[in-house]
C-alpha cells in the first residue's frame, strides 16, 4: 500500500467517524484579519492588496479555533475541521512551519469524555491501516486501545523528582540535570525547560498516555478549577499528538487571557497583535464544551514508521 493511500485512509477513517458520531465537518477561512492568541504560537504575518489595491497585513491561522467556535456559538452542534495551519519559528524532525491540522469540540463533554473521544480516533486510524488496534513505531508495539493516565504534578514529581509549582526547585533541577547556568529564568520559562528536556521525552514511552491537569499559566482557553488548567496532552512514545481543552466560555476571563498575550509578545517582537471583538461577543453564546487539536502530520509519523514528519 503506498504512502498516499495510506494517508488517504487515516484521513477517510477521522471522517468516517465523526460522520458517525455526528458531528458536522467545516470549513473557515486560513487568512485572517486577527492572529490567534496563545501563548509561545506565533502567527505568520502576510501582506496582501484588497480590490482597491490598499495595503493590508492578515495572519494565517495556527489554528481554526476563534472561527470554529463562532460557529460552534451559533450552531450549538458538534463540529470538526481538517486543515493546514502555520506556526512560525517552526521546523524540526516533529515541527513545521506549516502542518495538517484536526480540530473538533464536543457540546456537553467532559475532559475524561474528551480523552475517550481522542482514543476512539486513534484505534478508527489504528485499523484504517492496520486492521487492529497495535502498530509498530520505530521498534516498538503501541496498542491505541489502552492508555495511561497521569497528571502534570505526578509526571514531574517522577520524572524530574520536583513538582511542577516548585520554582525554587525547577530552577535548582534545571541548572543540576540540564546543565543550565543562570537565575534570571522566569516560572514559565523554567517550567518549559524541565517539561522539555526531563518530562516529555518520557511521556507515552511504552503505553499511549494522557497528561492532564496543567497550571493556570499553562491552561490557554481551559477552565480553571481547583487552580489547575483543565486541559490534557495526548503523547506516544515522547510525541505530542493531541491538545484538548475543558473550554473556557466567559469572555472577560478570556478577553484578559488575550491582552496579557498580547502585551507578551509585544515586549518579545516589538509588534501588538489585534483583537478579534467579535470572537469575544460570540462567546457569550458558547455553550459548555470540551475541544481538541490533533496534529496529523504526526499521526502519519507514528501510524507509517516514520522518524521525520518530513517523510509523510
Given amino acids: 500500500m503506498s504512502l498516499y493511500l ?10 468516517d467517524y465523526f460522520e458517525k458520531t ?12 486577527f492572529p490567534n492568541l496563545d501563548s509561545n504560537v506565533y502567527p505568520v504575518e502576510v501582506e496582501y492588496f484588497n480590490e482597491r489595491e490598499e495595503s ?10 476563534l472561527e470554529m467556535k463562532k460557529i460552534l456559538s451559533k450552531e450549538k452542534k458538534d463540529i ?24 473538533w469540540y464536543r457540546i456537553g463533554y467532559s475532559l475524561d469524555d474528551l480523552m475517550e473521544d481522542t482514543k476512539n480516533i486513534f484505534i478508527e486510524t489504528a485499523i484504517s491501516i492496520y486492521r487492529k488496534t497495535t502498530f509498530e513505531y520505530l521498534g516498538k508495539t503501541f496498542d491505541v486501545s489502552n492508555w495511561d493516565k497521569i497528571t502534570v504534578d505526578e509526571a514531574f514529581y517522577k520524572f524530574a523528582g520536583v513538582y511542577s ?4 526547585n525547577l530552577l535548582k533541577v534545571a541548572e543540576e540535570k540540564i546543565n543550565y547556568v543562570g537565575k534570571d529564568l522566569d516560572y514559565e520559562t523554567v517550567f518549559h525547560l524541565v517539561y522539555s528536556h526531563l518530562v516529555e521525552p518520557n511521556l507515552g514511552k511504552e503505553k499511549p498516555t494522557f497528561i492532564y491537569n496543567y497550571p493556570p499559566e499553562f491552561s490557554a ?10 486541559r490534557f496532552e495526548a503523547y506516544i512514545d515522547g510525541i505530542e499528538l493531541v491538545n484538548g481543552y475543558f473550554e473556557e466560555n466567559n469572555p472577560k476571563e478570556i478577553e484578559k487571557r488575550f ?6 509578545k509585544e515586549k518579545q517582537t516589538g509588534k501588538r497583535f489585534p483583537l478579534d471583538m467579535e470572537f469575544l461577543e460570540s462567546l457569550k453564546n458558547l ?9 496529523v502530520d504526526r499521526l502519519f509519523m507514528l501510524l507509517l514508521n516514520k522518524d521525520n514528519i518530513n517523510y509523510v
Fill in 259 to 264: 491582552l496579557e498575550d498580547i502585551k507578551k
Fill in 165 to 168: 509549582d516548585d520554582y525554587e
Fill in 22 to 33: 455526528e458531528a458536522i465537518e467545516v470549513l473557515t477561512d486560513i487568512l485572517r484579519p
Fill in 6 to 15: 495510506k494517508k488517504h485512509k487515516i484521513l477517510k477513517a477521522i471522517r
Fill in 287 to 295: 455553550p459548555e464544551c470540551s475541544g481538541a487539536s490533533l496534529g
Fill in 80 to 103: 470538526y475541521q481538517i486543515t493546514k495551519v502555520f506556526r512560525n519559528f517552526e521546523g524540526s524532525k516533529k515541527h513545521k512551519i506549516e502542518f495538517t491540522m484536526l480540530e
Fill in 56 to 65: 493590508k497585513v492578515g495572519y494565517l491561522h495556527t489554528s481554526p479555533e
Fill in 221 to 230: 482557553l481551559a477552565k480553571v478549577i481547583n487552580g489547575k488548567g483543565q
